[in-house]
């Protein structure tokens, strides 16, 4: 896990060591910049395999050179190829892998891999840079290309002097949380989506993107139940175990839900030293999960860490949401990630995780209620625009915010979206187009909660999921690795009947099913509370004063597309406890906090 940086803009070293500085919590270990032809390579060190100064990068190997953020899971098995085809290695890191693998494989090597990466190589001879990033988007890539000016990075702040703001990223921003790949806060910077790889030609200028990875046409196994659970299990091992190999101390994330307890319980059965387990509690019961952790750990045999937070330690975190948040991005449970990540590295540099469950097994709460909700979209839409009328609605006291859009959303593929995107709710215009790189759920399967879980897939868990993880791992110099994020388990989850993953409002069957292998079911059958803090509160409360201050008028008149009076109007309803708008309000603080962080 590190950080990457590649220039042909002529800067001196010593602006690159100052962009390089601004993000050194990635890679603290080493910090290598060389110059190449026209090209400058940065590289921030965060030494996991092979702590040898052997391992630093940039790395060459013959007419290329690269640098490399992630990691090869497989890439033992890789390097046993390349060895049968007559190469031989000077370290232990999978960075020489990849690198010596591209030139034996060149653009093949993507779908040999599998890991969390985002690296480019750079060929002396032929004046071209390749460039790919991960199937799911689990590492960052940002680029600034324009009129033949290249500025690649793993974070956004060292390529933001001198640029504009991106207006219409704003209005993407107030619409999610986050901005979406390709788009960025600043114009002519851009992602690289994930399962994509870049050429460029700098002889002629010329940019080429294209998709090596994509979620497919969905089609369904015929598999019994028991055979299903036991594939998926054979397949969750593997991917646990191969995200186990590190020359660094390792741990799991363990909070009372059912994804990290099974990624913590398989890793403790399949891992040759007893497994550190991690988790945070709250004084708050509505928010603790400790207790139920602990009774895990004890099940499973872990060396079990809890440390039980204030909500001033979570507070004293805002300021640093700017500082790694680079780009605006308003989901509050960065926070206790943040937190999390801050205790964790006291313990170990590398965590096991369990993000991606939800996607594949169908595992949040929305899921339910577009099941609950879809007779609803299923009567026509004239009928349903009539019942949508406020004051039958409040006739019949219906106050759910999930039936409103049922009767207002004209398609079933709307109302999907409607759970990703409030499509100009705060804005004065609505501008979706940002949504045309997100279509795909719509062809890939005719099952409404798999269109739905796609989407998420390609939208939330890359924008959101995975940005939330990598910064708050990053600001602490931590590597935080996901089974579920494997793409052999996506792949096999979206095979299995829909039946096998969600039954009758049982969510996350198969996962359950398997767990219960490794902890009794009337153990961790208990109410699920998230990682969440009660910023809703705290904005009324210990932060009224702030949110007041900042969220004035001159900031107000600053953000493009806002409609203010909207705004004020949620603002003051929240505030005075008439009702729970902190999503919007936490995004504007948040927003404006981005503005005084980076000048604009």
Not at 503 to 512: A, D, H, M, V, Y
Request: with cysteine; proline share 4%.
């Amino acid at each position: 896990m590190c950080g990457i940086y590649l220039t042909n803009i002529p800067f001196d070293n010593g602006l690159v060591e100052e962009k390089l500085k601004s993000i050194s919590f990635r890679g603290p270990d080493y910090t290598g910049i060389e110059k190449v032809n026209e090209l400058t390579f940065g590289h921030l060190r965060l030494s996991i395999l092979d702590l040898d100064t052997r391992s630093h990068q940039p790395m060459s190997f013959e007419n290329l050179i690269l640098v490399f953020n992630g990691e090869i899971y497989n890439y033992k098995t890789i390097r046993g190829e390349l060895k049968d085809l007559g190469y031989t290695f000077k370290t232990e890191s999978d960075t020489e892998v990849l690198l010596k693998g591209y030139n034996h494989w060149g653009k093949a090597i993507l779908d040999k891999i599998n890991g969390m990466f985002a690296f480019s190589i750079y060929n002396t001879k032929t004046n071209k840079l390749f460039s790919a990033r991960d199937r799911i988007g689990v590492k960052p890539f940002y680029y600034y290309w324009h009129k033949g000016q290249l500025e690649l990075c793993s974070q956004i702040r060292p390529l933001l002097k001198g640029k504009s703001i991106n207006d219409d990223a704003i209005s993407m921003f107030l619409d999610t949380d986050y901005i979406p790949s390709p788009y960025t806060i600043a114009e002519h910077v851009f992602k690289l989506p994930s399962g994509h790889y870049m050429e460029i030609d700098f002889n002629t200028n010329n940019l080429t993107i294209n998709e090596y990875w994509n979620l497919k046409n969905v089609k369904t196994k015929v598999i019994t139940y028991e055979d299903a659970k036991t594939e998926l299990h054979e397949l969750l091992k593997d991917a646990v175990k191969i995200r186990l190999q590190s020359d660094v101390p390792i741990g799991s994330f363990l909070s009372g839900g059912i994804d990290s307890s099974l990624v913590s319980s398989i890793a403790s059965k399949v891992s040759p030293t007893k497994v550190n387990t991690f988790s945070i509690g709250f004084e708050d019961p509505k928010y603790d999960e400790s207790k139920i952790a602990e009774q895990y750990a004890d099940i499973i045999e872990t060396n079990h860490t809890t440390t039980i937070c204030r909500p001033s330690d979570i507070l004293e975190l805002i300021p640093k949401l700017t500082e790694v948040y680079d780009e605006p991005f308003a989901d509050s449970s960065a926070l206790p990630s943040l937190l999390l990540n801050k205790i964790t590295k006291q313990y170990v540099t590398v965590a096991l995780s369990g993000d991606g469950g939800d996607e594949s097994f169908i595992g949040y709460p929305y899921f339910d209620s577009l099941i609950k909700n879809k007779h609803i979209i299923d009567i026509p839409y004239p009928i349903r625009k009539f019942l949508a009328n406020p004051t039958f609605l409040k006739i019949f006291g219906i106050n759910s915010h999930r039936v409103r859009n049922a009767l207002n959303t004209k398609t079933r593929n709307d109302f999907i979206e409607n759970i990703y995107s409030r499509k100009g709710f705060l804005l004065k215009e609505k501008r979706q187009d940002w949504m045309k790189h997100y279509q795909g759920y719509q062809k890939w399967s005719n099952i409404f909660l798999q269109k739905a879980a796609d989407l998420n897939i390609k939208l939330w868990l890359e924008n959101n999921s995975n940005v939330k993880v990598d910064r708050a791992s990053m600001a602490y110099s931590v590597e935080v690795r996901s089974p579920f994020l494997d793409y052999r388990v996506i792949e096999y989850a979206r095979t299995l009947p829909m039946k096998y993953r969600y039954e009758s409002g049982r969510q996350k069957k198969i996962l359950r099913d398997i767990l219960k292998e490794y902890i009794p079911e009337d153990v961790f059958n208990q109410p699920k509370r998230g990682f969440a803090v009660p910023i809703g509160d705290w904005m009324r409360n210990e932060l009224r004063v702030e949110f007041d201050q900042t969220l004035n008028d001159e900031f107000l008149n600053r953000v493009p597309n806002l409609n203010i009076t909207k705004f004020k109007r949620l603002y003051n309803e929240h505030m005075s406890g008439k009702a729970d708008h902190r999503v919007y309000i936490w995004k504007l603080f948040v927003l404006s906090k981005w503005y005084d962080e980076f000048k604009f």
